[in-house]
DNA sequence: ACCTGAACACCGTTCAAGT
DNA sequence: ACCTGAACACCGTTCAAGT
């Protein structure tokens, strides 16, 4: 094989996603500009534009990207059984997957298109990929509550949780606290899940000695 | 008075800061240029850096705005004395306040400073009384929780109703769900303070208090 | 002492000119 | 057909020159 063979469409498009990717892990998302982009996979400025329509349409890759991660991570194989114990589990995957890519998922958040222009449907796809997954590991430890509602409780709960986590990465969990997020989470999962289900509270805190 | 007397240090930082509020409203807070601020309150770009310190300093004093106006929205007459109540309708100031601010709430958030440099002593000193009025008025709510205890729950439960009102801003709040923001609040409210009222789920059961 | 705006080093995006 | 980079209209920040 030639040691420097021209580049394909598709895997400078992949080389420009990775690249943008590393830059937003290494120094958050206004970090990546076109010119760096260009710079560090080797083509010109105007090339970028023949990869992607803007950059806006580079980042939104990047983002897809940090949500098939999460998906991955959300649903590697060794959740519990037992609905209690797998919200847990589940609160406390995405605890840890935020705490280890900070700047890769408030860029989900933070990131606006330039105009009002929507999210493409691939991506949509995605995150309801996502939130699909999040809900029928959910929801099962939410059985008592009537399925019209069921929804809206999940909903409720993972908000909550996603709140904690945000606010937990970012230092603004309270000014001066003793615990950490991830205890807040265990604690939130808790509170709700004991509000809908008074009869067999397991909270002997087994299964979660492994932290 | 003269129709057009030369404006003093002061009054121009408040021009600046007004001018700025105006625009983060209007076009969110990216919209926010030094050259813009200094064609709208009528001075040159330079006499900017002689009224802040650079435009981080700038935002800054716009975002301690923010939080000053969500104070004075919480902490207005007419909360229930009755503890439950009194956390519901904080959660519906907190919600409409961040619904009918989002632009300037999102700032607080969004919003990082160039390099590591710290928030000043005055700023944080402002979230530090919006964040005790919210603690005093939801702790009643949880006092059967141990005192120990009690502030990592108010802290819980309000990193929820955020990460709720938050997403529900952002128009996140599941893909598709008829209950509004609003009501997921309640509900979040009703199934932490329902969790807390069973006499058997306690704190000091479920190993939260290891840390 | 403070105001000014040109200058500097960036930025996203476009497009005429090359291959 | 695609790559290129100068050009355009911005940006934050600085600073010599004015008052």
């Given at each position: 094989m030639p040691r420097r063979m021209p580049k394909s469409h598709d895997e400078?498009?992949?080389d420009a996603i990775a690249a943008s990717r590393a830059m937003v892990e290494a120094d958050g998302f206004s970090s990546v500009?076109?010119?760096r982009v260009a710079d560090r996979i080797g083509c010109s400025i105007g090339s970028i534009y023949n990869l992607f329509r803007d950059l806006d349409d580079l980042i939104i890759h990047v983002c897809a990207g940090t949500i098939d991660?999460?998906?991955e991570v959300m649903s590697a194989d060794g959740l519990p059984d037992e609905p209690h114990e797998r919200v847990h589990a589940m609160g406390r995957r995405y605890h840890d997957f935020v705490l280890a890519n900070k700047n890769l998922w408030f860029m989900l958040f933070e990131h606006r298109a330039h105009d009002g222009r929507d999210l493409p449907p691939w991506y949509a796809e995605r995150v309801g990929k996502l939130l699909a997954y999040?809900?029928?590991?959910?929801a099962p430890a939410l059985e008592k509550v009537p399925p019209d509602s069921r929804i809206?409780?999940?909903n409720t709960l993972w908000a909550g949780v996603h709140g904690i986590v945000t606010l937990g990465a970012q230092g603004k969990l309270g000014i001066v606290t003793a615990a950490s997020a991830a205890d807040?989470?265990?604690?939130?999962i808790d509170m709700v899940l004991a509000?809908?289900?008074?009869?067999?509270?397991s909270f002997d805190g087994n299964g979660f000695?492994?932290?």
């Open positions: 400078l498009r992949l500009t076109v010119r991660t999460a998906f999040v809900h029928a590991n959910v809206d409780a999940v807040c989470v265990r604690l939130m509000g809908h289900d008074q009869p067999h509270v000695g492994r932290l």
